[in-house]
């Protein structure tokens, strides 16, 4: 992957209202209250405001401390409960011919020349009958030969479909998604990034997750393709990939149990499989956000659908390899996911999700933005009053949730690979590989904290940055 991004559209106003496919969420009893996408700016303004209030007012307060304590108190024991969920098994791959679903693969390319053609005769190459899954590659009027190599590819493959964006089309991936959604037929979607590589029997053994309850998407593990052995990249040992490696276990372990809980299951756009039925019922792709994954994984739930977390098999990206294009990446992760909550935040006090789901929201929005914004004005105040910081016990909680699930998730990919038992030499090596995760993921409280910042005194603005990606001679 490059080490450099570059904005695919950087405009202040360019989309005012959204695609004709997404429909406004009204909330059951008052339908004049919807998401309202207008006055983020505001809304994250007076969100920081009340966060950094509160932590100097706590610091001002005798019960500050014990307010805290039982806060941690609460949200520890949330946590033991998701370390120790016991997931559900995934089900046996599909068999008999007879129940083959219908799938519609659907990829949004812009200037990927460099790995489309890998892609293509991935997706194409599939162990799925052919006449069940189709192959929709949208080229996002790229200005490289993505265009050539997509067209010569369709005459090569009866099931790839290549749809061309013209210039002045907008919504980012979202708009590309939305635009040929309605030309697609399957029961299912699933998304790719121009960069993923799958097993063959991916799609047989990741559908039959559909037929518990209602759910609605599954999100497979990502892996980092530099970091799996049999790739034998040159950039293995690179910290930021060995880091992303143990973040992606840690993230497919933590949804994954959260799931199991009852909690959120989250997407993670490459490698998503959603149920037709399910997204449209939630309106399609939402072109106001830049990270329609996340935009996606709270309508779903809103909608009452569940989203389930699957660690193998997993879809394997290219991982960044530099602490800028780490940073660029992040940074659009986090503002991202902190959108969604200034988006729905009524439906979500509303308690529209359901109790179990609301409250597993409510701890993951104090770990992953109260608690980095809370930091700087809690450092402040601790050093005024030579006092130690008030939000250590949820810290030190924190850390430990990180590193007991990047273990967990690194043991559960390597017991999932192998039935062999893990050695004590094996132990060794997943603590290890899992303290250096924990260490890498700190870099979040430096990148939240100034996301947040950024969104309450900059105006609106609608930003999709792609990274360019650069194929297997460079992985």
């Known amino acids: ?41 505001k809304k994250a303004a007076i969100v920081f405001a009340m966060i950094w209030s509160s932590t100097i007012a706590l610091h ?24 120790l969920a016991r997931p559900c098994r995934l089900p046996k791959p599909i068999e008999d011919d007879d129940l083959f679903p219908t799938v519609s693969l659907m990829v949004a390319a812009k200037n990927e020349e460099a790995v489309i053609g890998r892609l293509v005769e991935m997706l194409c190459g599939l162990d ?38 013209p210039a002045n ?69 690179n910290f930021w990939i060995r880091g992303q490696m143990a973040e992606m276990a840690l993230d497919a372990f933590i949804h994954q149990q959260r799931a199991a809980v009852g909690g959120l299951g989250e997407l993670r756009g490459n490698g998503q499989l959603v149920r ?29 659908w569940d989203i389930e977390v699957v660690t193998e098999p997993a879809v394997y990206e290219e991982g960044v390899t530099n602490a800028i294009a780490l940073w660029h990446q992040r940074n659009r992760w986090a503002e991202g996911g902190y959108q969604r909550y200034l988006d729905y935040w009524r439906l979500i006090l509303r308690n529209r999700m359901g109790t179990r789901k609301t409250l597993d929201l409510a701890m993951f929005w104090m770990l992953q933005y109260v608690m980095p914004t809370a930091a700087i004005p809690d450092f402040l105040m601790a050093v005024l009053r030579h006092r130690m910081m008030l939000t250590s016990p949820i810290s030190a909680m924190t850390l430990f949730l990180f590193l007991f ?43 939240v904290s100034t996301a947040t910042l950024r969104m309450s005194i900059r105006p609106k603005r609608l930003k999709w940055v792609k990274t360019i990606h650069r194929g297997a001679e460079h992985v």
């Open 1 to 41: 992957m490059s080490e450099n991004s570059w904005h695919e559209t950087d405009s202040f106003h360019e989309l005012e209202a959204l695609a004709a496919l997404v429909t406004e969420l009204p909330d059951p009893e008052d339908p004049k209250i919807s998401r309202g996408f207008d006055g983020r700016r």
């Open 276 to 304: 037709r039925e399910a997204l449209i019922d939630c309106g399609g792709w939402n072109e106001e956000t830049i990270t329609d994954d996340l935009d996606l994984t709270f309508r779903l739930h809103l909608n009452q």
């Open 169 to 237: 089309a907008g919504g980012g991936k979202s708009g590309a998604l939305n635009q040929v959604l309605p030309l697609t037929g399957g029961e299912f979607l699933a998304v790719f990034d121009a960069d993923a590589q799958v097993e063959r029997d991916f799609l047989r053994r990741v559908l039959p997750v559909f037929d518990r309850g209602d759910v609605g998407a599954i999100q497979v593990r990502k892996a980092i393709i530099q970091a799996e052995p049999e790739f034998d990249s040159k950039d293995s040992n």
């Open 128 to 165: 799925y009958p052919s006449d069940r899954y189709e192959v929709w590659v949208i080229d996002d009027n790229s200005s490289d030969r993505t265009p050539e190599i997509l067209d010569a590819l369709a005459e090569q493959y009866p099931q790839l479909n290549v749809f061309h964006r």
């Open 60 to 83: 001002l307060v005798t019960w500050g401390y014990w307010f805290i304590l039982g806060l941690t108190t609460l949200m520890s024991i949330h946590a033991a409960r998701l370390v």
């Open 405 to 447: 699930s990047a273990i967990g998730g690194l043991r559960r990919v390597r017991r999932l690979k192998s039935a062999e038992h893990q050695t004590l030499l094996e132990w060794a090596t997943l603590m290890v590989q899992g303290l250096r995760g924990s260490i890498y993921m700190l870099h979040w409280f430096a990148i």
